[in-house]
């Protein structure tokens, strides 16, 4: 059976989350997993193609996008049992894809259902704990900036001419992206970054990448971008 694309909902553990479902019900199941402060639509120039073989679903994280809020309860465990709940309501096991903290958190599902995950693709996720808190120590500033932009404004328009002066002399920011990112960030529980500025080993809790990765028993994809341009994965850890 055909399903014609729309966004749904479910409730896991304290949270209702929303997801697009896309794509035949006949076909194996992918699910797609958003990077920090975006939300599902991350992957919308992906998703006709990857519906005509898969039938395809790309959550919202709690917090981002359409999914509830859950105020302070934003740690990598509660996105994995959001995650692991909604993979065991699948008829199939399913094959998960995940960008930066998504790909963190389709890690942890797989490690805790090994037999409900049948492959995974890793976008430039941070793997080991020492590389995380380096990438987030040094993203402080830019995520205190999207906290307070978001504080200031009165509405999504005005957010998103507060991201175009605040990133003018970033050549890569366009309209659309800025656009795109102004309504994740308005969207966007103003709590979700919290646990991870504030109490890092809170919200990495339960998280340690050798024993993540012993566990899993599928076939893993890592993809990593340009390192001269902010890649998260390190030469060490592909290695």
């Known amino acids: 059976?055909?399903?014609?694309?729309?966004?749904?909902?479910?409730?896991?553990?304290?949270?209702?989350?929303?997801?697009?479902?896309?794509?035949?019900?006949?076909?194996?199941?992918?699910?797609?997993?958003?990077?920090?402060?975006?939300r599902w639509q991350e992957y919308l120039s992906l998703i006709p193609s990857l519906g005509q073989r898969w039938h395809t679903y790309s959550l919202d994280l709690r917090g981002n996008g359409r999914s509830g809020w859950v105020p302070n309860k934003y740690r990598l465990q509660d996105f994995a049992e959001d995650n692991a709940e909604f993979l065991s309501r699948l008829n199939a096991p399913a094959v998960l894809v995940g960008h930066s903290i998504g790909g963190v958190i389709a890690l942890m599902v797989a490690a805790r259902c090994p037999g409900k995950v049948k492959a995974l693709i890793i976008e430039d996720s941070p793997l080991t704990l020492d590389n995380y808190r380096r990438v987030i120590d040094s993203s402080r500033d830019m995520f205190g900036l999207w906290l307070r932009l978001k504080k200031s404004a009165q509405s999504e328009q005005e957010l998103s001419l507060a991201l175009a002066e605040a990133y003018k002399d970033y050549p890569d920011a366009t309209s659309t992206w800025t656009l795109?990112?102004?309504?994740?960030?308005?969207?966007?529980?103003?709590?979700?970054?919290?646990?991870?500025?504030?109490?890092?080993?809170?919200?990495?809790?339960?998280?340690?990448?050798?024993?993540?990765?012993?566990?899993?028993?599928?076939?893993?994809?890592?993809?990593?971008?340009?390192?001269?341009?902010?890649?998260l994965i390190t030469d060490e850890e592909i290695a």
Request: one cysteine or more.
């Open 1 to 38: 059976m055909l399903h014609m694309p729309r966004e749904r909902r479910f409730d896991a553990n304290g949270a209702r989350l929303n997801y697009l479902d896309y794509g035949s019900s006949s076909d194996q199941p992918l699910i797609m997993l958003h990077g920090g402060a975006w």
């Open 180 to 231: 795109f990112f102004a309504g994740c960030l308005w969207q966007l529980d103003p709590t979700f970054f919290n646990a991870l500025l504030h109490d890092f080993d809170g919200f990495t809790e339960g998280y340690y990448c050798q024993d993540i990765l012993s566990k899993i028993e599928c076939p893993v994809l890592f993809l990593r971008g340009e390192s001269k341009l902010g890649a």
